[in-house]
């Protein structure tokens, strides 16, 4: 109430010409009564849970403990709530903090995924050569101190290069056809591509082993499991590369079809380089899901134990396929192993975010892009009046 | 609404006489070759999948002509002589885990979703998104790892919890001896319980985006009406968003029902239908097809197209389900942005 009279009077006295009067009502969000609610509220929660759980129910277990504490939480957050404020508002509140949590919870789970992951390789990765070594010299009782992850390296890298020449460019000419020829014969191939996208990941490397294995002849190696990988990454690259094609203005295209242009001039020099960094960044993030895919190749890549740099010829390993073999062994030593394997996919996957981020500055094409050309607009401008 | 439909009307007598010439536009020779071009690609996606159910079909065939209808009946699954197989078993337990993964993911998703569009501070926005996008893009086997050293000994205390507590629940009933511990391991609810975490950024990032398409209109009348901000969700995002919820939901169930590596890496396979969650032992067909796949180097063998038959279930449930929800999201999608 208090806020709805300040801001009846701020116009009254804002035609005056003083300029500080109009200055717009600042809405505070936090408080100090709704911090003290809140913490009020969990210190409350704890004391009962605790009475609960140790002296009252027979309850145990510290996941429950805390599940219990975040409801007991939530209904002592509404019942203090309601001594201050009315219905509609104590709702409004415990929303708020119920929504306010679901968004940390899914922070505090990248994080500890993450985390876990990174801490538990550390073992494996602190000697160096974990990254060069192979598993040909390693058996299957050998300590930590022997083998690594370096051919599964080279099996990823393979795969995704051939995955990623194969599907980017028809993904990307797919993603022109949606955005760019469109009609209503693209109202089914969008709607087959956002299915595709969710396609389950044991299907692609199933249908390359009935196709290309079992039928074409190729033999189980790097390029089949490329194929699988392609597959799986095509839909992905569509579906990213069209959302970043269809925010290029209308108008740059209206610009060079009244110069002249014909469509695919358009197309080649006026919409794919405004839309540069948005493609750059649907690749890498295409490419990061197919780097830890791990079905597609556990079908057709086979499984080898030593370097084999020749992606058609013999079987090779990457890195998902690698923790999943490890992980397997009953042995401390593997498990450990798989931890590295995991440090390392999880390395390459944060180097690729960052790089789709740095390329991209967000989701595909939001305003910093606009903003940083035009600063470079700016900058030539600047560098022209100055020569 | 109102107010666009009848604007047109007293317009439209004078502008009845101007109508506009028809323009034909004739593409030259480049740009029909060009648009051809970009035709066919996208129309491989409908060859790609095509492909794939021909090739599934012709593979699988061997293994339907075997069992028959049986195939749809049958519990066990055993591959090797003498064969004897079925999906009544490990397609129930699939759907099973997916269902459990729903359960989890949607309300979570949506609530993480609302946060990031409605609630959360706008210098959050940004790497709130991005961290739902790494969430996307963190591997199954990473999930996988995850979930058998981290959350599973973490999670048997909260799974007797449930068993003793809850166990007047059907689902929840646990017949086993609740004193050994690795009774609760290796169960449906725990594999549940993982790929409800990769189903999240697919709800999330698709309903997040719905939701923040809401007209800004209308937000602003609803809190001119003087609906707090949770009124003016439940008034104008939550209506808004619901066809592109549902079909967010509907993908994340076809990611949910093919999951395989994270599910294999965490159940220990069983092939009888038990719906009792907490107990251990669960399966699914994207699992089976991962555990089985190595034993038959050879291709005619009846094991590797009793594999394709599964697949060609999951693929054609998958695809059903996708298709669906595709569609619904395609739905919501036109009637806002482009044309």
Same mark, same amino acid.
């Given at each position: 109430?208090?806020?709805?009279?300040?801001?009846?009077?701020?116009?009254?006295?804002?035609?005056?010409?003083?300029?500080?009067?109009?200055?717009?009502?600042?809405?505070?969000?936090?408080?100090?009564?709704?911090?003290?609610?809140?913490?009020?509220?969990?210190?409350?929660?704890?004391?009962?849970?605790?009475?609960?759980?140790?002296?009252?129910?027979?309850?145990?277990?510290?996941?429950?403990?805390?599940?219990?504490?975040?409801?007991?939480?939530?209904?002592?957050?509404?019942?203090?709530?309601?001594?201050?404020?009315?219905?509609?508002?104590?709702?409004?509140?415990?929303?708020?903090?119920?929504?306010?949590?679901?968004?940390?919870?899914?922070?505090?789970?990248?994080?500890?995924?993450?985390?876990?992951?990174?801490?538990?390789?550390?073992?494996?990765?602190?000697?160096?050569?974990?990254?060069?070594?192979?598993?040909?010299?390693?058996?299957?009782?050998?300590?930590?101190?022997?083998?690594?992850?370096?051919?599964?390296?080279?099996?990823?890298?393979?795969?995704?290069?051939?995955?990623?020449?194969?599907?980017?460019?028809?993904?990307?000419?797919?993603?022109?056809?949606?955005?760019?020829?469109?009609?209503?014969?693209?109202?089914?191939?969008?709607?087959?591509?956002?299915?595709?996208?969710?396609?389950?990941?044991?299907?692609?490397?199933?249908?390359?082993?009935?196709?290309?294995?079992?039928?074409?002849?190729?033999?189980?190696?790097?390029?089949?499991?490329?194929?699988?990988?392609?597959?799986?990454?095509?839909?992905?690259?569509?579906?990213?590369?069209?959302?970043?094609?269809?925010?290029?203005?209308?108008?740059?295209?209206?610009?060079?079809?009244?110069?002249?242009?014909?469509?695919?001039?358009?197309?080649?020099?006026?919409?794919?380089?405004?839309?540069?960094?948005?493609?750059?960044?649907?690749?890498?993030?295409?490419?990061?899901?197919?780097?830890?895919?791990?079905?597609?190749?556990?079908?057709?890549?086979?499984?080898?134990?030593?370097?084999?740099?020749?992606?058609?010829?013999?079987?090779?390993?990457?890195?998902?396929?690698?923790?999943?073999?490890?992980?397997?062994?009953?042995?401390?030593?593997?498990?450990?192993?798989?931890?590295?394997?995991?440090?390392?996919?999880?390395?390459?996957?944060?180097?690729?975010?960052?790089?789709?981020?740095?390329?991209?500055?967000?989701?595909?094409?939001?305003?910093?892009?606009?903003?940083?050309?035009?600063?470079?607009?700016?900058?030539?401008?600047?560098?022209?009046?100055?020569? | 609404?109102?107010?666009?439909?009848?604007?047109?009307?007293?317009?439209?007598?004078?502008?009845?006489?101007?109508?506009?010439?028809?323009?034909?536009?004739?593409?030259?020779?480049?740009?029909?070759?060009?648009?051809?071009?970009?035709?066919?690609?996208?129309?491989?996606?409908?060859?790609?999948?095509?492909?794939?159910?021909?090739?599934?079909?012709?593979?699988?065939?061997?293994?339907?002509?075997?069992?028959?209808?049986?195939?749809?009946?049958?519990?066990?699954?055993?591959? +090797?002589?003498?064969?004897?197989?079925?999906? %009544?078993?490990?397609? /129930? *337990?699939?759907? !099973? @885990?997916? &269902?459990? $993964?729903? =359960?989890?993911?949607?309300?979570?998703?949506?609530?993480?979703?609302? +946060?990031?569009?409605?609630?959360?501070?706008? %210098?959050?926005?940004? /790497? *709130?998104?991005? !961290? @739902?996008? &790494?969430? $996307?893009? =963190?591997?199954?086997?990473?999930?996988?790892?995850?979930?058998?050293?981290?959350?599973?000994?973490?999670?048997?205390?909260?799974?007797?919890?449930?068993?003793?507590? !809850?166990?007047?629940?059907?689902?929840?009933?646990?017949?086993?001896?609740?004193?050994?511990?690795?009774?609760?391991?290796?169960?449906?609810?725990?594999?549940?319980?993982?790929?409800?975490?990769?189903?999240?950024?697919?709800?999330?990032?698709?309903?997040?985006?719905?939701?923040?398409?809401?007209?800004?209109?209308?937000?602003?009348?609803?809190?001119?009406?003087?609906?707090?901000?949770?009124?003016?969700?439940?008034?104008?995002?939550?209506?808004?968003?619901?066809?592109?919820?549902?079909?967010?939901?509907?993908?994340?169930?076809?990611?949910?029902?093919?999951?395989?590596?994270?599910?294999?890496?965490?159940?220990?396979?069983?092939?009888?239908?038990?719906?009792?969650?907490?107990?251990?032992?669960?399966?699914?067909?994207?699992?089976?097809?991962?555990?089985?796949?190595?034993?038959?180097?050879?291709?005619?063998?009846?094991?590797?197209?009793?594999?394709?038959?599964?697949?060609?279930?999951?693929?054609?449930?998958?695809?059903?389900?996708?298709?669906?929800?595709?569609?619904?999201?395609?739905?919501?999608?036109?009637?806002?942005?482009?044309?």
């Amino acid at each position: 109430m208090a806020a709805g009279t300040d801001i009846t009077r701020a116009p009254a006295t804002g035609p005056a010409g003083d300029p500080a009067a109009d200055r717009p009502l600042r809405i505070r969000p936090v408080t100090a009564e709704g911090l003290l609610t809140i913490g009020g509220a969990a210190a409350a929660a704890l004391a009962l849970d605790w009475v609960l759980f140790e002296r009252v129910l027979p309850f145990t277990g510290v996941l429950g403990f805390w599940v219990c504490w975040y409801v007991l939480f939530l209904l002592c957050y509404a019942g203090v709530a309601a001594f201050q404020w009315n219905g509609r508002a104590v709702r409004d509140k415990v929303v708020t903090v119920a929504l306010a949590t679901s968004g940390l919870l899914a922070t505090a789970l990248v994080i500890d995924q993450v985390g876990y992951t990174v801490v538990r390789g550390f073992t494996a990765v602190r000697r160096l050569s974990f990254f060069t070594q192979s598993m040909s010299d390693t058996g299957p009782l050998s300590p930590l101190t022997s083998g690594g992850v370096g051919h599964a390296l080279v099996g990823t890298l393979e795969q995704i290069t051939i995955a990623t020449a194969l599907s980017v460019p028809l993904g990307i000419a797919a993603a022109l056809y949606l955005a760019e020829v469109g009609g209503p014969a693209a109202r089914p191939v969008r709607t087959l591509v956002d299915a595709m996208t969710a396609l389950p990941d044991v299907i692609a490397g199933l249908f390359i082993l009935a196709f290309m294995v079992y039928t074409v002849g190729l033999p189980k190696s790097g390029f089949a499991a490329g194929l699988a990988l392609a597959v799986t990454m095509l839909p992905i690259v569509t579906r990213a590369s069209e959302t970043v094609l269809r925010i290029v203005p209308g108008t740059l295209r209206e610009a060079a079809y009244a110069l002249g242009g014909s469509q695919w001039r358009t197309v080649l020099m006026v919409v794919l380089p405004t839309a540069r960094s948005g493609l750059a960044t649907a690749v890498v993030l295409g490419m990061a899901r197919g780097i830890g895919e791990t079905a597609p190749v556990l079908l057709v890549a086979g499984f080898a134990r030593g370097y084999n740099w020749n992606p058609f010829n013999g079987w090779q390993t990457s890195l998902p396929l690698y923790i999943y073999n490890e992980v397997q062994s009953p042995e401390l030593a593997d498990h450990a192993r798989a931890f590295g394997g995991g440090f390392a996919l999880i390395a390459l996957i944060l180097v690729l975010f960052t790089i789709a981020r740095r390329l991209g500055g967000g989701v595909p094409g939001e305003l910093t892009r606009r903003q940083r050309r035009q600063i470079a607009r700016q900058a030539a401008a600047r560098g022209r009046t100055a020569r | 609404m109102a107010m666009s439909a009848h604007r047109p009307a007293p317009a439209s007598p004078p502008v009845d006489e101007d109508t506009p010439r028809t323009i034909v536009a004739r593409p030259s020779t480049g740009d029909r070759i060009f648009r051809a071009v970009l035709r066919g690609s996208g129309w491989s996606v409908f060859v790609i999948t095509g492909l794939i159910l021909v090739f599934l079909i012709l593979r699988s065939a061997k293994a339907f002509k075997f069992m028959g209808l049986g195939f749809l009946t049958t519990q066990t699954w055993v591959i +090797y002589n003498p064969q004897h197989f079925g999906i %009544a078993a490990i397609l /129930p *337990l699939g759907i !099973l @885990i997916a &269902l459990i $993964a729903m =359960i989890i993911a949607v309300p979570a998703g949506i609530a993480i979703a609302l +946060y990031i569009s409605e609630y959360s501070p706008l %210098a959050l926005r940004r /790497p *709130l998104v991005a !961290l @739902i996008d &790494l969430m $996307a893009a =963190i591997p199954s086997i990473i999930f996988g790892l995850w979930g058998l050293f981290f959350l599973e000994p973490r999670i048997l205390g909260f799974d007797s919890w449930l068993g003793r507590h !809850l166990g007047f629940i059907p689902f929840f009933r646990f017949r086993l001896s609740t004193s050994v511990e690795s009774n609760y391991a290796t169960s449906t609810f725990i594999a549940g319980v993982v790929v409800s975490l990769m189903v999240i950024p697919i709800v999330t990032s698709l309903s997040r985006q719905v939701f923040s398409q809401a007209p800004a209109g209308e937000r602003e009348g609803a809190y001119a009406l003087g609906a707090t901000r949770w009124g003016m969700v439940r008034a104008v995002v939550l209506p808004f968003g619901r066809g592109g919820v549902i079909g967010a939901c509907m993908l994340g169930l076809g990611r949910a029902l093919g999951e395989t590596i994270a599910v294999t890496l965490i159940i220990a396979p069983v092939f009888h239908f038990n719906f009792h969650v907490l107990e251990t032992g669960g399966n699914s067909i994207a699992s089976s097809i991962a555990l089985d796949y190595s034993s038959f180097p050879d291709a005619g063998s009846m094991g590797l197209s009793a594999l394709m038959a599964a697949g060609l279930v999951l693929f054609g449930m998958t695809l059903i389900v996708n298709t669906l929800g595709a569609i619904v999201i395609g739905r919501s999608r036109s009637g806002l942005a482009t044309g």
